[in-house]
């Protein structure tokens, strides 16, 4: 049962949640909401793709979202913890709202947007309908980066587990070794970086 949101103050509440920690490959994504009007959405992870896409389109629709991406080099750079708080950053900075209370997913408040009230929830995707939303947003948003990066990079499957680390993403980066967008200092993605990179990794 999803808990209501609109007492939190001051106004407007903003949904924030990232996708993306958890993949060998590609950027981490945020979504930033604001609801127009009490709507119920489950969490992305509760949900099918198609489902995903009709939600999105309901949210682009109805109601004010942003997006903010912070890219595996940045990951590289920062770690992925500082990225995905950057890409929450980037998305709430790409509302252009000057104060507000942000429902963020997870236990870290976002540095440098001190002009905002800030709560955090552990599973907040499951108990506040504006961080649902935000993490639907997430999650289709990178879905399509990935998919895009498919066409350049087809070896590694990216159109399928969206930079996972499933057993097929495992086996391509053994026999290829890392492409451009992988994150290069992750377990799972370093080992391979002596190898020799093939066609896989052309444009």
């Given at each position: ?65 942003a997006i903010g991406i ?65 993490s639907i947003l997430a999650?289709t948003n990178r879905d ?60």
């Open positions: 049962m999803l808990k209501n949101w609109m007492s939190f103050k001051p106004q407007p509440v903003v949904g924030v949640d990232e996708v993306g920690r958890g993949c060998l490959a590609g950027p981490v994504v945020a979504g930033a909401v604001i609801l127009k009007f009490p709507e119920d959405f489950k969490d992305s992870k509760s949900l099918t793709a198609k489902q995903r896409e009709k939600a999105t389109l309901q949210i682009k629709k109805n109601h004010f979202y912070s890219s595996a080099k940045e990951i590289e750079r920062f770690n992925i913890h500082k990225a995905s708080l950057l890409a929450m950053k980037r998305a709430v900075n790409k509302l252009k709202i000057k104060s507000g209370h942000l429902l963020i997913d997870g236990s870290f408040k976002i540095p440098g947007l001190t002009q905002f009230t800030q709560s955090c929830f552990v599973k907040g995707d499951q108990i506040y309908s504006p961080i649902s939303a935000a999650k399509q980066i990935l998919s895009n990066y498919n066409k350049i990079y087809p070896y590694y499957g990216f159109n399928k587990h969206k930079g996972y680390p499933v057993p097929s993403h495992k086996s391509a980066l053994k026999k290829y070794g890392p492409c451009p967008i992988h994150r290069k200092t992750f377990s799972g993605v370093k080992e391979y970086s002596h190898l020799l990179q093939t066609k896989a990794t052309r444009s």
